[in-house]
């Protein structure tokens, strides 16, 4: 029927006159179930569903421990995604879920990219808030803002443009929502779809990086050495994905020197 905690609530293992953090084996007396409550009226038909049910014996095998995989299945193994899907909070799928996670994506960019949608990146505007006065490392603009930054400053549009200008055509656009609104939702083939994906997220991830290299005065590329650097990632990239020679994906790099190389 379940967990007994679930059926009556904390006063079920009083009514039964068993401990609460007590084994079924332990509500065993000898060939018998050691139960009380069959005057209960509340609890009268749960005591005769327990009274019907075979009494756990060793002569009925060894018990077992059993992983929980979902509301009605039990299984011998454990699972890491089935126990996730069990303890976290569920919310409304958000729109822009395919443009942070999709199979081609890098782990490490989709987790900047996140932080970018939820505007949790530590940009100047957001550091205010701590004392801290911090322009855009890239071109001076005194408010360096996640809008700023993607892409509505000079240096990362530049860049953004060189390398997604003839995916997007002209959709092509500094405005931040704008951008992301196309990268989640358009009508390109397959192939382009995946490559504006993978370099939103391509992007994103290295324009923060170039940013917090000038901060830290770790290091400073140009327009044309950040969209190399770029370039490079995705060719790694698609290179390390490993698919059938018919695959639907197998033209991916291909289409990219199409799409890159001639601009
Ligand atoms: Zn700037």
């Known amino acids: 029927m379940g967990r007994l905690m ?8 009083y009514y039964l006159g068993v401990a609460r953090t007590a084994r079924v084996s332990e509500a065993v007396l000898g060939q018998q179930w050691n139960i009380r409550g069959h005057r209960s ?12 049910e075979r009494v756990p014996l060793d002569e009925h095998g060894r018990d077992v421990v059993l992983w929980k995989h979902d509301e009605n299945t039990y299984k011998p193994h454990f ?21 942070v996670w999709f199979s081609q994506g890098v782990p490490r960019y989709s987790f900047i990219v996140w932080l970018a949608i939820k505007d949790r990146l530590s940009t100047g505007v957001r550091m205010r808030a701590w004392g801290i006065q911090q322009g855009c490392l890239m071109c001076g603009e005194r408010d360096e803002s996640r809008d700023h930054i993607f892409f509505a400053c000079p240096f990362t549009f530049t860049v953004w443009n060189r390398l997604a200008g003839r995916l997007c055509g002209r959709w092509i656009n500094p405005d ?13 083939s397959s192939l382009d779809k995946i490559l504006v994906q993978m370099l939103f997220q391509t992007c994103i991830y290295y324009m923060w990086k170039e940013r917090n ?15 190399r650097i770029i370039d490079k990632a995705i060719r790694n990239r698609i290179s390390s994905l490993r698919y059938k020679p018919d695959h639907k994906l197998a033209g991916l790099i291909q289409r990219w020197f199409e799409v890159f190389d001639n601009t």
């Open 41 to 52: 009226r509340h609890y009268h038909a749960l005591h005769d569903r327990i009274q019907n």
């Open 213 to 227: 290299d000038r901060r830290h005065q770790k290091g400073y590329h140009s327009t044309e050495q950040a969209i």
């Open 6 to 13: 679930d059926i009556t609530g904390d006063v079920g293992t």
């Open 79 to 99: 699972s890491s995604s089935r126990t996730w899907e069990q303890v976290r909070v569920k919310k409304n799928k958000v729109v822009w879920s395919k443009s």
């Open 176 to 188: 931040w929502s704008l951008t992301l609104q196309f990268v989640t939702r358009n009508t390109l």
